[in-house]
């Protein structure tokens, strides 16, 4: 089955304010690809549950249009006011039943997205909107190879981490698992020879201290959490904060700390 996720509009906010852009090696692997596969020119690139557009707008650059397309018009509110990328588009729909014609698109991509996806359905809708040679690219990231460090105490900050995804992990669901597992099923499934998966793909940033707190709130699992008890789901971020900054030995949430991710992508090419 698909899911439908991420569709208040406080939730769309803080996904615009917090989600992390790819990093730039994850977009130089994917275009190297679509290269060999396909070659030029990049007309079309289809972004599928694009979110607040992040990741679509990542390939504006290198596309005459990028299409973003996601079931909440929350979350294409927030994409649709980013100023500066006339080449994007975004439109409402499914990973199941995209809005682009048959064999239209070059490069499909899905950015942490296509774990809520119905599996069977999508690769079958991939394959009609993809020309002969485009080619897929499923991204992510596995939060437990997340890292953080602030001088010496990055050993303690990273127990808080793992304590409050512990408080979490009740509310985590199949997709969230799916995730986890760095789309394993579904680079099995894909009916194309030509594919690969890459993992260990590092992007290290620093960022204010309140940033991981808001990631964090961006969360399907915090968000089911919050929904469930409203009272304890803010008490776990302010108490989380109150013990991040005790072991920073600082006072100010604008702290930067060192936040270190690990990135994967499926790429297929079609026939």
Request: net charge negative.
């Amino acid at each position: 089955m698909a899911y439908r996720m991420f569709e208040g509009k406080d939730h769309a906010c803080l996904y615009q304010k917090y989600r992390f852009t790819p990093p730039d090696q994850l977009k130089t692997i994917v275009l190297q690809y679509l290269d060999k596969k396909k070659g030029r020119p990049h007309v079309l690139a289809v972004d599928v549950g694009c979110g607040t557009g992040q990741n679509s707008r990542v390939f504006a650059a290198d596309f005459k249009e990028v299409m973003g397309v996601d079931v909440s018009e929350s979350q294409l509110e927030e994409a649709r006011a980013v100023p500066g990328f006339p080449n994007v588009m975004y439109r409402s729909g499914t990973a199941e039943e995209l809005p682009v014609a048959d064999g239209s698109v070059d490069l499909l991509t899905a950015a942490t997205a296509a774990h809520w996806f119905d599996q069977s359905r999508f690769l079958t809708e991939a394959d009609r909107v993809l020309k002969s040679r485009g080619c897929l690219a499923l991204m992510g990231f596995n939060d437990n190879d997340t890292k953080l460090q602030y001088q010496n105490c990055g050993e303690k900050l990273n127990r808080i981490y793992e304590e409050v995804k512990q408080v979490l992990t009740p509310y985590k669901t199949t997709p969230v698992d799916i995730c986890e597992s760095k789309l394993e099923a579904l680079y099995t499934a894909i009916p194309y020879p030509d594919k690969d998966r890459i993992e260990g793909i590092k992007m290290k940033i620093y960022t204010p201290l309140q940033n991981i707190l808001g990631l964090i709130e961006t969360w399907s699992v915090f968000q089911t959490y919050k929904k469930n008890d409203p009272q304890a789901a803010n008490e776990l971020v302010h108490n989380a904060q109150k013990r991040f900054l005790e072991e920073m030995g600082v006072t100010d949430p604008n702290t930067e700390i060192e936040y270190t991710m690990e990135y994967y992508c499926v790429l297929a090419s079609k026939p």
